[in-house]
């Protein structure tokens, strides 16, 4: 099959896009406003985009909370998203007022961060504290503005639970990372295998 997005004209009962771009590091991000008021909600446009300097970006359909705090303050966290942390995860993403702590209504606890002031969450086996480094607002086509807003950071300080260091390394089969794919379906990535890159012989 093969259709144009600008019809969307797919066939199918749901719209496929975010299904193949899959599976996408969900940024569970933590806020506080300029009122001292706090903030957590998971985006799963969200990646790490380069690594000197470690820079990451989520991306918020419209201003939201997050968007909105980052702005204001110029800082936020982004916090491992376990699976034993998964429903919790999911708790934050409610549509509660400004104002209101989605830590309380998911039942975690918020820390105050060692470089930033903006909370994380006290049971994530890592969180990375960043700030931030521009805002954007990508462009369609047509040059006009899509809806989403792209906010940018540096990653300035990094904390890690070492439950979840083995040999040096993290490990995903004690930390089991949860993925976002298409439609409601997550995935956890603690099923690793290794792939090293290939020796191009000298001519």
Known sequence: MFYTTD?????????????????????????KGRDGSINLAPYSFFNAVADRPKLVMFSS???????????????FTCNFVSR??????????????????????AGLTPKQ??????????????????????IIEPKTLSGAP???VLVFGEVVGIRIDEAIVRD???????????????YMDYSEGSDV???FRPQVPKM
């Open 7 to 31: 019809t969307n004209r797919h066939g199918l009962a749901h719209d496929p896009f975010k299904a193949i771009v899959s599976p996408r590091p969900i940024g569970w991000i933590g806020s």
């Open 146 to 148: 899509s809806e989403n």
């Open 61 to 75: 359909a419209g201003r939201k909370d997050s968007q909105r705090n980052a702005a204001e303050t110029g800082v």
């Open 113 to 134: 961060s060692e470089l930033i002031d903006a909370p994380y969450v006290g049971e994530a086996y890592a969180v990375l504290e960043c700030r931030v480094t521009e």
């Open 193 to 195: 295998f290794e792939m």
């Open 84 to 105: 034993d942390l998964a429903e919790k995860m999911n708790l934050s993403s409610a549509a509660l007022p400004y104002g209101n702590s989605e830590f309380d209504f």
């Open 168 to 182: 040096g390394r993290l490990d995903m089969s004690i930390a089991r990372p949860v993925a976002r794919m298409g």
